[in-house]
């Protein structure tokens, strides 16, 4: 089992930053890729952006530009710098694991977001 813990989130005004934090634990080994996914009120969760062993980053179309995900190997930990907030980025983010071998995705437990004047 891996672990994933949250933190970061908050309330900001449009065109705020935020850095949102993700510290891994337990089973950390054998971990291929690591993301942030978010889901806002009365939408399907989305995938924001994902960061695999080799450092090559994917994201959202509506947020390439503005979010940067990277990873702390030596802290078992995945941040998402949001900069230039939008109303419609408020949701809750979720850090995510995903194994090699098996495809098992883990799950952190969310961190709210919301961004509103």
């Known amino acids: 089992q891996v672990q994933l813990v949250e933190s970061g989130g908050g309330l900001v005004q449009p065109g705020g930053s935020l850095r949102l934090s993700c510290a891994a634990s337990?089973?950390?080994?054998?971990?291929?890729?690591m993301g942030w996914y978010r889901q806002a009120p009365g939408k399907q969760r989305e995938l924001v952006a994902t960061?695999?062993?080799?450092?090559?980053?994917n994201y959202d179309d509506s947020v390439k530009g503005r979010f940067t995900i990277s990873r702390d190997n030596a802290k078992n930990t995945v941040y998402l710098q949001m900069n230039g907030l939008k109303p419609e980025d408020t949701a809750v983010y979720y850090c995510?694991?995903?194994?090699?071998?098996?495809?098992?995705?883990?799950w952190g437990q969310g961190t709210q977001v919301t961004v509103s004047s």
């Open positions: 995510t694991a995903t194994k090699r071998y098996t495809s098992t995705t883990y």
């Open positions: 337990g089973s950390i080994s054998n971990i291929r890729a």
């Open positions: 960061i695999n062993n080799n450092g090559y980053r």
